[in-house]
């Protein structure tokens, strides 16, 4: 079975990033390395190829003899830089047209980020076109992170068999996996199909993730479908149903309709206000029979943030920059596009989901400190949140549930690797993994704000000035400069918009 494909413009072959070098050496860096360990410098790295050969900390017992020659490698001065892990997105959308120009635009906000391996949950633009977009990006063609392809559990193009039987599942695993796929998302299946497609792509070797959609919750909740294999649970979906003792499905008012999203997302807020409470029996089994079973709890805080602060998320300063024409369109509240559910949204509205927030992060904080793994996933693309900017912003809401800073390095660095399976690989700094990293002049751990692509304002004797932003990004040992990557869709987003005021079609493709 073949996918009907998408109109989304794959992205160009890459011109920009340098390496990999047969030896490159960062020079006199501070090292933040993933594992949650403090940090240490100075320090050389040594790379050689895609690989980090060696770490030498220029302060211990070793001489500055023993430090890695310079005599032919590419040397990188970064005193005053630290070094961290390229981050892990465990759940992030390349997007369709209607949410970027291209996929380029999206690949660049990731690297510009300092984003070097993403989860892709869901192939919306289709397994086999986002399967070559992955492939293309291992074999360095083009400029983009690591992706791990998760198509939604679903039949294929119009005419593809349904999924309705256990065997009709262990077909469909099989077929997207010789296609490539490294997991499936999982969103409202059956408890039959979904918990024979959980045992296959145990079989398999392969990966999971589940939004446990609403309308399926009352009969496979995060805990079933966990009982069954499930690698990681999603947003916040399914959780609370797991913990409910005073009632066995949601209370939702009358005339409320799951596809009305206004109606769905004002009473997200609610199920959470209706679950137990946070130290009571059910709250501390729940989050003990997830440890147990190893699940993995990929929030994605910051997609819903909008939810408790619209006016925020509308007037986000990177906006104007950053955000494509065609994605602002898609944000406007409307009827028609997933996620464009603060048409009329208030106070009441807001109020609910800020006492939901301070629920869900005290359960996700607690979940971590039991030895719960917890990764940071985007979902950009939806609700105002632009590409790149919402893993930042999703590291700082970590830290506002109750993360530690270097907790929080973790959950984006290393504990995403192991969610895709590739920690013994990348996601930490440390020799004998490869070279994916970032590299940034301002220290993340004590203002997570410098990561992000716009920078951090700050007023000094002479100024104002935006501090920050990844400075260079490496992934598989190519160095990119970080910074000419956000320049090149400002770059982009300018133009689109000067087309956009003539009258030109915002999104064409390239003849
Ligand atoms: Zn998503």
Redesign the pocket.
């Known amino acids: 079975m073949t996918d009907a494909g998408t109109d989304q413009i794959a992205a160009p072959d890459r011109t920009c990033g340098e390496g990999p070098h047969d030896r490159l050496v960062l020079r006199n860096v501070t090292v933040i390395d993933g594992t949650g360990a403090a940090p240490y410098g100075p320090a050389d790295i040594l790379i050689e190829g895609n690989r980090i050969t060696g770490i030498w900390e220029t302060s211990s017992s070793a001489s500055l003899t023993e430090r890695p020659a310079a005599e032919g490698a590419v040397e990188m001065d970064l005193s005053g830089h630290y070094v961290l892990p390229g981050i892990v997105d465990s759940?992030g959308?390349i997007g369709n047209t209607q949410q970027a120009p291209n996929s380029e635009y999206v690949y660049k906000l990731w690297l510009g980020h300092g984003v070097t391996s993403v989860r892709e949950?869901?192939a919306f633009n289709g397994l086999d076109w986002t399967v070559r977009e992955a492939q293309r990006s291992d074999r360095g063609e083009i400029a983009a992170p690591r992706i791990h392809v998760y198509p939604a559990f679903r039949p294929g193009p119009a005419g593809s068999a349904p999924i309705l039987t256990a065997q009709d599942a262990v077909v469909w695993v099989n077929d997207v996996a010789e296609r490539g796929a490294k997991g499936v998302k999982f969103f409202a299946a059956s408890p039959v199909t979904f918990s024979a497609a959980l045992e296959e792509l145990a079989r398999l070797g392969l990966g999971s993730a589940c939004?446990h959609d609403q309308r399926r919750a009352s009969q496979v909740n995060a805990l079933t479908s966990a009982r069954w294999g499930l690698g990681s649970i999603?947003h916040w979906y399914g959780m609370p149903e797991a913990m409910f003792r005073d009632r066995t499905v949601q209370h939702v008012p009358a005339g409320y309709n799951h596809n009305y999203e206004p109606d769905r997302f004002a009473q997200g807020a609610h199920l959470w206000l209706q679950t137990a409470e946070r130290g009571s029996k059910a709250w501390e089994q729940t989050l003990e029979e997830f440890l147990q079973l190893g699940t993995t709890l990929s929030p994605?805080f910051n997609i819903y943030i909008g939810s408790r602060d619209a006016a925020r998320v509308r007037s986000s300063e990177w906006h104007e920059d950053f955000t494509a024409p065609v994605l602002w369109d898609f944000f406007q509240p409307s009827e028609e596009n997933h996620g464009s559910y603060m048409g009329d949204w208030g106070t009441e509205q807001e109020v609910a989901w800020r006492h939901a927030y301070a629920k869900w992060m005290s359960f996700v904080n607690d979940y971590k400190n039991l030895g719960g793994r917890v990764t940071a996933g985007s979902?950009s693309g939806f609700i105002y949140k632009t590409f790149g900017f919402g893993i930042i912003e999703e590291l700082e809401l970590l830290r506002e549930a109750g993360f530690q800073p270097l907790e929080v390095i973790r959950a984006a660095t290393l504990h995403g690797a192991e969610l895709m399976g590739i920690a013994e690989e990348t996601g930490s700094v440390e020799p004998g993994k490869l070279a994916d990293l970032m590299i940034v002049d301002e220290d993340p751990l004590a203002n997570l704000k410098v990561l992000y692509g716009h920078g951090h304002l700050r007023l000094t004797d002479d100024g104002l000035h935006r501090v920050g932003g990844v400075k260079y990004t490496l992934r598989d040992g190519i160095v990119y400069d970080a910074h000419a990557l956000r320049e090149d869709v400002k770059h982009l987003v300018r133009s689109l918009k000067e087309a956009k005021e003539e009258g030109i079609p915002l999104h064409s493709h390239p003849e």
Request: glycine share 12%.
């Open positions: 759940h959308h949950v869901g939004h999603e994605t979902d």
